[in-house]
């Protein structure tokens, strides 16, 4: 497939009108959540009728998120850069992390940057121990972030649904370029390879509705962890549910029964020497 990478878009996100969908809110409603207008659930219903492995995809990395938290926090990795980050939900990669010390500090720092105004003030009134940044193209954003977490120290960077939704790998690049040794990068997307009749629907739902999607190939996502200077770690780029399936996963609503469906959302991920 084919794909077009877009620019940053020009102002954040105000995602208050209920007669346009939202990625955001498209991703809450299949995600069972209650920040969706009718035409997300409108948008929602088609993506599950026509192409239920996307559907699953999304379930399967909100387990992998948390799995991959899990892991990385083992190996002592403290900072935490979320990018792309939508509206709240429980258990997620925050929730997971902000058990607190006995002084009521944080135990690791957290920054979640977001382009979704509305999203982002959710965040702020549920993760009183998470950073929230609005991304537009006028914000320094790394200098923003480098104001919350220390450089000089590892930090996992997180992407999960959103390389292949407005965001743009100029952003990535330009985080990986500041991050120290032990730093970590943590992908999980649409897949333009596992199921290309699947994802070729889905970019056609989304894009009927005016909103972009770009699954991407495995190797595309090889190439962004090789120019950020990661090494992908085992078992390497896979589909998400078998990432890692061994560890303990979350308990999230079974509303997608896999069998007979190919999930088709990739997982990986990566370390910088």
Sequence with gaps: ???????????ALDDTRPDVAVADRVRDCLLGGKDNYTVDQALARALRSQCPGVVAGMWEAERFTVRAATYLA??????????GAGYPRTPDLHSRLTDTRADGGARHRIVSVTDNVVAAAHQRALRPHTAVLVHDEATAVVARIGEVLDFGLPVAV????????????GLVDQVAAVLAPGSALVVSGLAADL???AAETAAAIYGAAGLTCTPLAGAELAAMFTRGGFTVTDPGIVAVHRWHTTEP???LPA???????????HAAVGRRP
Excluded: F, K, N, Y
């Design 74 to 83: 083992a190996t002592g990795i403290r900072q935490w850069l979320v990018i």
């Design 1 to 11: 497939m084919t794909t077009t990478r877009e620019p940053a878009p020009a102002r």
């Design 249 to 251: 996963a979350p308990e």
């Design 158 to 169: 997180s992407l999960i649904g959103a390389l292949e939704h407005r965001w743009p790998q």
């Design 195 to 197: 199921d290309p009749h």
């Design 255 to 265: 509303v997608v029964e896999h069998s007979g469906i190919r999930v088709c959302w």
